[in-house]
Every structure is written in C-alpha cells, then in structure tokens.
C-alpha cells in the first residue's frame, strides 16, 4: 500500500481511533481507580503485621532465657522501632512504640521431675 491508500483508510474511520483511545483510557482510570487503594491498603496491613511478628519474636526470645528474677529490663531497636523487654517473677511484658503491649502472665507451673 502506498501513502496515499494508508491516508484515505485513515479518513475513511471518521474518529473510530479516538473513540477507540478513549475507551482504553477510561478501562485503564477504572482498573487503576481501584487496584491503588486496596494495595495501599495491603501494605499497610503488611506494616502492621511485621509490626505484630516482631512484638511476638521479642516475646518468644524473652522466654527462652527467662529466668524468674525480681526485675529486668531491655531494649533493643527492631526495624524502626524500639522494643521494651521488662522481666518481672511472674511476667514478661514487651512494649513498643508503634503499637500497644503484649504481656505473658505465668499463673501456675507445674514441673515434673
């Protein structure tokens, strides 16, 4: 085909592309529209979530070497944020900055020997 063919296609479609470019843009706003709040919204549920495993491996790694002593008391910085580990005879209390404590209370004991 030659130029001039191409040129009388082209006029002969009378808007057909910019309906077409149109149509396409519009399915493109109404897929980004919705996909750009729920991932905003996973990542900060992620967020929290890290948030959570990170109270919960500070809790898991006090208890490994607890020891029942009067009180004790340490802190160490996780990610952005800085973790409390309080030990006391019959809990181990873990704060945060970030969100609210966890705290393991030990009721009773029973050892077998």
């Not at 191409?6 to 996909?35: A, C, D, P, R």
Request: with cysteine.
């Amino acid at each position: 085909m030659n130029c001039r063919k191409k040129f009388e296609l082209f006029i002969k479609q009378n808007g057909f592309i910019l309906l077409e470019s149109l149509v396409s843009m519009s399915l493109l706003t109404f897929i980004l529209l919705f996909s750009i709040p729920l991932t905003v919204n996973l990542v900060s549920y992620l967020e929290m979530e890290r948030i959570e495993i990170e109270f919960d491996r500070a809790l898991y790694d006090a208890s490994k070497v607890w020891q029942r002593r009067t009180t004790f008391s340490k802190s160490y910085q996780s990610f952005h944020q800085t973790l409390e580990v309080v030990e006391t005879k019959n809990a181990i209390k873990v704060e945060g900055d970030q969100i609210e404590e966890k705290k393991l209370e030990i009721l009773s004991v029973n050892w077998n020997e």
